[in-house]
Structures are given as C-alpha cells and as structure tokens.
C-alpha cells in the first residue's frame, strides 16, 4: 500500500535557523513528488515537483531534493513569514491520484 | 498562472438542505478535477476525481449519492452535498490539473461548510 509518512509533526524555529524537513514514501513506482504550502484556512500552494532521484529544485529560502526513499525540504533562515503546515504527496506511475502525508506544521518565530 | 476559485468560500446551511460548490480554473483547461475534504489539524483526503464529460470516481467510503459531482467543462466542477448534515461540516477544496503529461495539481482556497 501506498504510504506517505511525514517528519517532524511539527516544527518551532527561531528567525534565521535553519532546518530540515522529511517526507519518506513507499510507492509501487513514483511518478512524481509534490510539496505544497498550506496556511490556515487556505488551499494548499504548490511549491516544487520532483521526478527522479538527485533531483533537486529552489525557490527563495526553501530548497527539495529527492532520494529513493524520501525527499528533505530545506528552509535555509527562515522568516516568521515561511510559518505554515507543509505538505508532501507522491503520485504513483499509471496514476493520477495524490497520496499525501500528514504535513509538518512550522512556526517561525521572531 | 494556474488559478483555481471555489465559490463560496464559507457557507452555512440548515440540516437536511443541500449546498453547491463551484470549483473554477481561471487561466487553464483542466481535464481533471479532483474535490478533498480536510479536518482539522489533519491532511487532506481525496473524496472523488472528475474527468470532462465523465461520471466522477468516488474514493471508497465517499458516498456518491451524497455528494454529487458535476465536471460539465473544461472549466468548471461542481460538488453538491445533499441533505447535509452536521458531519458534513468540513472544509472542502478543490484541485485542477492540466493534460499534457503534467501533474502537477493546483488547488482552490477551499470552502468552509457548516450544518447547523
């Protein structure tokens, strides 16, 4: 069975410190791997798709990269701003559907 | 690009009556629409996808007659929920995805249903 499993839960930071955030999954074949960006209240945003292992992409402050296994979601000094839940989901080959994780809230101090 | 509305974005209905949500891509044909529920404090679930043109499949558990999808264009999906009862206060999103070997999926800002 599909399965997206997402690490820390939660996540309180202070300005400026950097930290990591995983999503380990087990698919019968990966299509592709999404993170998205939820706020309170709010849709998901979508944030970076990554197909194959080694991939890696970078938007401002946040970086993905992808392994076999997992994928890490980098947020390199992060401002009060980058607070919300984050959420990673995978589609599977020969599918459409997203499975996602449970998401990992982050709170980002002043 | 790739926008998505829902309208409305907060409803509250009586018991027994029936709401309607649209879910709209604003700047892109989407031949796939898919419609999540979400509780608080947890991830999102998938209740059914919607191709053009197509009867909706429903994920297994979601009833059908219950929550009915309509995906009559490119355009436009709608999802009524029918005798609504409180159980069925939740927020509901939706999702557009474009053809063309892309999967990316992009989601509306979601609507917030209470049944009092």
């Known amino acids: 069975e599909d399965q997206v499993t997402q690490s820390p839960e939660a996540l309180r930071l202070q300005e400026g410190e950097s930290s990591s955030l995983n999503c380990s999954y087990t698919v019968s074949g990966l299509r592709g791997l999404f993170w998205y960006r939820q706020d309170p209240g709010k849709g998901p945003e979508f944030l970076f798709t990554?197909?194959?292992a080694g991939e890696e992409k970078e938007k401002e402050r946040l970086k993905a990269t992808l392994t076999k296994k997992e994928s890490f979601l980098h947020i390199t000094a992060p401002k009060p701003e980058d607070s919300a839940t984050y959420l990673c989901a995978v589609i599977k080959a020969a599918g459409n559907k997203l499975t996602f994780g449970g998401g990992t809230r982050v709170l980002v101090k002043p | 690009g790739a926008v998505v509305s829902q309208h409305p974005s907060r409803v509250i209905c009586k018991s027994g009556t029936s709401v309607k949500i649209e879910c709209r891509s604003l700047d892109f044909q989407a031949t796939t629409m898919f419609w999540y529920r979400q509780f608080p404090k947890q991830s999102l679930m998938l209740m059914a996808t919607s191709n053009e043109g197509s009867k909706a499949t429903y994920e297994q558990g979601v009833e059908k007659d219950k929550f009915l999808i309509n995906h009559a264009s490119l355009t436009l999906s709608t999802l009524t929920v029918t005798s609504a009862h409180p159980e069925d206060s939740s927020f509901y999103i939706c999702s557009a995805s474009t053809s063309g070997g892309a999967y990316e999926q992009y989601f509306g800002p979601g609507t917030r249903l209470t049944v009092t």
């Open positions: 990554l197909y194959s």
